[in-house]
C-alpha cells in the first residue's frame, strides 16, 4: 500500500515534469552560489514555470497515435492524466505572464522570448525536409545542442542579465561564458544517455540523434568527454582548488558513473530520478559543502 502510494506521487512529480522543473531552480541556484550573489525569487520562479510550460508542450505536441499503447510509462501516464497536464501547463503560462511582464528587465524579456521561439519550434513542424514537415528537433544533431543551449541560457545567462540590470553587478564576460560553457558540456553530457535508451525508437522516427549518428558505443564515449572537458574547465580556469571545486568535481565522477551504469534494461525511474537529478545533486552538494564549512570552519 505504501509502495503504491509512494510511486504514485513519484510519477506525479517525475511524468508531470514538476521534478524536472525543480532540478532547473536548482540550476539557477548553483548560477548564484557561484557568483556568490543572493538568488533573485521571481527569476527562479521564472524558470520553474518556464520549465514547466516548455516540458509540458513538449509532451503535448508530440503525441503519438496511440499513446495507450506506447513502451514508455511516462507517455501512458500523461495520456492517461491528459487534463491534468493540460491544467498545469495553463497554470505555468498564467504564471509566466506577470512575472516576464512585472519583474523581468527588457534584456531579459527578448532573452527568453527568444529562448521561448527556440523551445517551441524544437516540436512544432514548420519546417520542410524531404518533403516532411518537421520541427527543429528532427534536423540532424542538433537536439543535444538545443536542450543544452536553452537549459545553459535560462539558468545561467538569465539570472546574469537580470544581477547587471536590476543590481548594477557586473559580471565579466570571460566568467560568464565560462559558467555557460561548463553548463553546456553538464547537460549534454546528462542528455545524451536518453537519446541512447531511444536509439531505436528514434532510428524508426528518422530522428538523426547523436546516438543514431555515432552509434551507441561512440555516443557512450562522447558523454564521458564532455564531462572530461568540464572538469578541466573546473580545474583549468580556477586559481584556488576550494571546496566549492571539490564538490562540483565529485558531481561530475556521479554523474559519469551514473551515464556508465545506465542501459537499455535500466527503468524510466533511472533516467528521469537518477539521472536529471544530478541537476539538483549539484545543488545540493554545494549547499551542504557551504553549510558543513560554516559550521566547520576549515
Known sequence: MLKKAFFSVLDFLLFSNLFIAICAVAQGLVTYYLLKLPPDIYVLAFVFFSTLLIYNLSMLLSKPKEPQ????KRVRWIFSHHRLIISITLIAILCIIPLGLLYLSFQAKLLMAFVGLISVAYNFPFLSLNQKKIGLRNLPGIKLFLIAFVWSVSCV???????E???NVVIPLGETLLLVA????????????FDIRDLFQDKLYELKTIPVMLGEKKAWIFCQALLGAYLILLVLFTKNINLDVIGLALTIFLTGWLIFKSNFKRNEYYYFFYLDGTM?????????IHFLSSIVPI
Open 182 to 193: 561548463k553548463r553546456f558540456l553538464f547537460i549534454c553530457a546528462i542528455t545524451i544517455p
Open 69 to 72: 499503447k506506447s513502451p514508455f
Open 165 to 167: 540590470n536590476n543590481r
Open 157 to 163: 545567462l538569465l539570472p546574469i542579465v537580470e544581477l
Open 280 to 288: 539538483l545533486l549539484q545543488w545540493v552538494i554545494l549547499f551542504t
